[in-house]
């Protein structure tokens, strides 16, 4: 018998079937964005896979709410699954909708907002308060309504270290208690400022930015003046919280092209550095935490647990028995169903951001006269939720060198995992780790960065450890500092020729006998300080007598404080040089007219620096008695080396001296560094040092 004559007619039966229901649903689909549908006894398997298929909005043990448009349905049906039409959620919802009008004077919230008063209230909002609120677009739906945010904070147009912190809403258009809850939070912050103490110091503190609406063209999908009719899905009939890249299904895991509500809010998130949020939805009531594409828990699946089970343990508080409890009030995402294209993951893993979904309510379509019960409900949860943005570990994190802010990355040892690990932001290089209780080693990096790693760092729940973090350059980084005989004074070195400006803005070594081909110029003297221009190399070499000018690895010109310590042109006290060292680091000292030096040792190094001070005595310079006591237990530099050829002799005083005697400005004859050449330079520096030569090894 051939089994096959059986399988075609069977197969064709099965298609005729399939496609008789399709066509039975396209009349549906016509004057439907979706449809909301039951499924019986399914197996959490068989849930990961039609999860893939179509949006499920519950699951509560084997039975499934779901929504589907028309071409996720046409796949559900291929699965051949049971299912039972449901009812359109608002079927008997019939809202009273205020206007803007009708609104104003009353502050109980009671009521939905038709879509030109929702834009009027936020547009209120920054009008009434615009010392601390600012509202702006992200941009515009598929049907052209405003994606509108109100950023709430105590300097809204100056960048401060301030943690950034976001909750929105109703991404899913026929959610809509948070949309509501949204908009008095809102205004309960900004009536609140300067009264509430709490609240206060959270706009102080925080940069915190609210959107009531992630998807007007759902809310609105009956027509601008009611919510009645609202859908689920966008204008384009897409699931927004399936639209997101996947941290394990890609970049577009729902089949779709990114909608324009997910654009504007991936755009929103680079352009911010979000160090916590919340999305929220209705349909249950339960804190869901990550992950929802995945089995595994979060690196910080503690901290989780502790921020939500405060967050539903406080609303189980001031709600009736039974508000809040479901799976406890705390779930992971995972463990309750598994959707791919989320946004919580999305945020959790591409920007390091703490994002939870919030089911605020069992009922989508609240009657508007619940919406106060449910702000009660909720308002001291939604508080102690932002506030935790204040608490684990923060600081700042900037070059050692320049002490300007540095982007670099927070990574807890034996900790992290998916991502959870977190990055300082500028315009001024804070960072914010939020951690459950506990003590952390912590490694800070960054690319061309040495790595720091912090030790025991002792974070206690609801509590702030600031922690500072200066990284160190790659490359030789240098510290070291000289005294000049000719300026010095007694005490410190003189800064004649920098209160007449006199130091040339470019360095001054690019002739003979230096030849320095540097670039190094400021617009202007950047220090009262400075006292001139020195020429510092760098020398690699196994021993100092070892160390001539075929080990020379580096150059830079740089200028000379009045203390005696060499600072970049940038005003850094440590200067960089690229490059790397194989054997010991020595350090040439060169100026236009004292004799040049090299330290007799090695550089210390310490923690990413070398340091050098040849100030402290004789022997810090190569030679013998290479540099003069200058005040008892001071040494500094030989001066009279007018030509710079290494030794101070009858030529320095006969040919570059007589040429420049009686002569004021920048030059090589002033010995003492005051703007004139004189006899003060010739008989008190020249003639006291002649005989002396440089004894630097070439």
């Known amino acids: 018998m051939n089994k096959s004559l059986f399988i075609i007619p069977f197969l064709l039966l099965s298609n005729l079937i399939l496609s008789q229901q399709s066509d039975k649903f396209t009349e549906l689909f016509k004057k439907n964005r979706e449809i909301c549908f039951m499924i019986n006894n399914i197996s959490k398997k068989d849930l990961i896979d039609i999860s893939a298929v179509i949006s499920i909005d519950n699951v509560k043990n084997d039975t499934v709410i779901a929504y589907a448009n028309k071409k996720e349905f046409d796949g559900f049906l291929k699965t051949g699954y049971n299912y039972t039409l449901l009812p ?57 309504r405003e994606l509108l945010v109100a950023k709430i904070t105590d300097n809204v147009n100056i960048d401060e270290n301030e943690p950034e912190f976001l909750y929105t809403s109703t991404m899913h258009g026929n959610e809509l208690v948070g949309y509501i809850l949204m908009l008095r939070l809102i205004d309960s912050l900004l009536t609140s400022y300067g009264t509430d103490p709490r609240i206060t110091n959270l706009v102080n503190n925080i940069e915190i930015y609210i959107n009531p609406n992630a998807n007007p063209d759902g809310t609105y999908a009956g027509g601008n003046n009611t919510v009645w009719g609202a859908t689920r899905y966008n204008g384009n009939s897409v699931d927004l919280n399936r639209n997101y890249p996947d941290p394990e299904n890609g970049p577009h895991p729902d089949g779709n092209s990114w909608q324009p509500e997910t654009v504007a809010f991936m755009t929103f998130a680079e352009n911010h550095h979000f160090v916590m949020s919340s999305n929220l939805h209705s349909g249950a009531e ?48 995972y463990a309750w169903y598994s959707i791919n294209g989320g946004r919580q993951d999305y945020m959790n893993y591409f920007h390091q951001c703490r994002e939870f979904t919030l089911e605020l309510s069992n009922t989508k379509f609240l009657p508007e006269s619940d919406l106060p019960l449910y702000w009660n409900y909720n308002k001291r949860s939604l508080l102690n939720y932002l506030e935790q943005v204040l608490y684990g570990f923060s600081g700042i994190i900037t070059d050692k060198i320049t002490g300007q802010p540095i982007v670099a990355e927070v990574f ?287």
Request: hydrophobic share 35%; glycine share 8%; with cysteine.
């Open 412 to 698: 807890i040892l034996n900790y992290e995992a998916d991502s959870s690990w977190v990055y300082s932001d500028l315009p001024i290089g804070n960072y914010h780790r939020p951690v459950s209780a506990g003590v952390y080693d912590v490694v800070y990096s960054a690319p061309g960065y040495l790595s720091d790693t912090v030790f025991g760092i002792s974070v206690a729940n609801r509590d702030t450890t600031l922690v500072n973090v200066q990284l160190v350059p790659e490359g030789l980084n240098i510290s070291t500092k000289v005294l000049l005989e000719g300026p010095f004074n007694g005490n410190n070195m003189n800064t004649d020729l920098n209160a007449v400006n006199l130091i040339p803005l470019s360095q001054p070594f690019n002739s003979s006998p230096w030849d320095y081909s540097g670039t190094e110029s400021v617009s202007s003297i950047p220090n009262d300080n400075i006292v001139d221009w020195v020429l510092i190399e760098l020398r690699d070499a196994s021993d100092s007598s070892d160390a001539t000018t075929g080990t020379i690895i580096a150059k830079q010109a740089a200028f000379l404080l009045n203390n005696g310590q060499i600072i970049s042109t940038d005003t850094a006290q440590i200067l960089r040089f690229d490059g790397t060292l194989s054997q010991q680091l020595f350090i040439v000292i060169r100026h236009r007219n004292h004799l040049d030096i090299m330290s007799a040792n090695a550089a210390t190094y310490s923690n990413g620096i070398f340091y050098y001070d040849f100030t402290i005595n004789n022997e810090q310079a190569y030679g013998t008695d290479a540099q003069k006591e200058i005040t008892e237990g001071v040494w500094g530099m030989y001066c009279g080396d007018i030509n710079g050829d290494g030794t101070i002799d009858n030529n320095d005083k006969s040919v570059n001296w007589q040429a420049e005697a009686g002569l004021s400005g920048y030059l090589t004859s002033d010995l003492n560094i005051d703007g004139e050449s004189n006899n003060i330079d010739k008989d008190e520096f020249w003639l006291i040092n002649q005989t002396t030569d440089c004894q630097i090894p070439e």
């Open 88 to 144: 359109n959620p608002n079927k008997n919802f019939n809202p009273s909708m205020l206007t803007l009008e009708e609104l104003k004077g009353q502050k109980s919230w009671d009521a939905y907002p038709t879509y030109e008063a929702y834009i009027s209230i936020m547009e209120q909002f920054q009008t009434d308060f615009p010392d601390i609120c600012q509202v702006y677009s992200l941009g515009t739906s598929v049907e052209g």
């Open 286 to 333: 339960v804190c869901n935490y990550p992950w929802d594409t995945w089995s595994q828990y979060p690196a910080d699946s503690a901290w989780w647990e502790y921020v939500c089970t405060e967050y539903s343990d406080t609303a189980q508080t001031y709600s009736p028995l039974g508000y809040m409890t479901y799976y406890g009030g705390v779930t992971n995402g």
